[in-house]
């Protein structure tokens, strides 16, 4: 039932697919630890097990892992599993019974719309990529279209985006929320214990190709013919692993390059990395960005749709380069690895992101936006 006093704390469910490591998840567990410290009563639902969670979750918060997550042999059985599944998301969301649902990223996003059909529990889907490059099959994509003027608003995470958006839904019901910075752990850690000796640059990410470190690695192979000193480690994990480490060896860089898979805090390899570069072909928002900046290191990043030209101020806070160049990525490193000053300068600015992009700004606008859904649906 909706609150009809504003100051009665909303019941919130957040559904996401699950919380393995990634930008959504983290997401996802920051605004539920979030609400729940604040008084709220949270649930995170997930389609995969809980085996899967890569983050966590403060105890206050009801963990429902449906582990419903599976491949069907044939079409019929496919269908039988699908409908089994929105049934079973039905009837445990409606044992939690919450004002408000919020879902992560397209698919997810379509499952609850059909969930919930039907039902007065208002529902705010979330984009968390840039839908305009980032490819789904063409059923899922018409799925999206005829589902989301269903949602009670759908949530994108920069102006770039609004545009995309209002072809599906009502401008009334886009809200642009970015993502926040999260209060970063100090700098002691055990995770970094195995950082290469001598200066090095750091890239954080999904090891698939919409991140660009194939781009990344050719040009610190350049860099690194004036630079020999230095080394480029890559934490993630992803299909890409083997391409991107034959390219190393073809390049000869191997032995410079690191890449130590998914560690549990990547904030402890900021701390101590000398610069940081994002090097992606498109992003959402990209958290791994803010929270280098966070950590006060010097970074570089592709000016790719979106987000990386609304967090840095070209020159100021940081380098926007090109994206899939090469030459100009190579320059701009080659720029920082020769001038500590400039680093410093740079890493001196980049620590303001922990005020713009505060987790006390950005979970007021989610707030908001979920009173305004809840007036709405009175």
Known sequence: MTPSNPQIRPRILLAILSLSAGGAERVVSEMANWW???????????????EHDHYALDPKIHRISLDFWRKSRTPRQYIADRVRLLFR???TIQAFSPDVVISFIDLINIIMIATLAGTKTPLIVSERIDPRYHAIS???SFARRMSYPFSSALVVQTDSVVGWAEK?????????????????????????SKKPDGPFILAVGRLDRQKGYDVLIQAFAQAKKIHVQWNLVILGE??????LWRLAEDLGIHDAVAMPGIVKEPAEWMHKADLFVLPSRYEGFPNALLEAMACGCAVIAADCP??????????VNGLLVPREDITALS???????????????LSGQALKVKETFSQGEIMNRWDALIQKVLDRSK
């Open 36 to 50: 729940a410290s604040r008084g709220h009563e949270v649930a995170v639902l997930t389609l995969w097990g809980s």
């Open 168 to 192: 599906i839904v009502p401008a009334s019901k886009i809200e642009v929320i970015p993502n926040c910075v999260r209060k970063m752990p100090g700098k002691r850690g055990s995770s970094a």
């Open 89 to 91: 998301i039905r009837k």
């Open 331 to 345: 320059a701009a490193m080659d720029r920082l690895m020769h001038d500590d000053s400039i680093r410093q300068r």
């Open 306 to 315: 979106s987000g990386p030209a609304e967090i840095i101020h070209d020159g």
């Open 238 to 243: 992803g299909p890409e692993r083997s391409n």
């Open 138 to 140: 063409g059923l899922r």
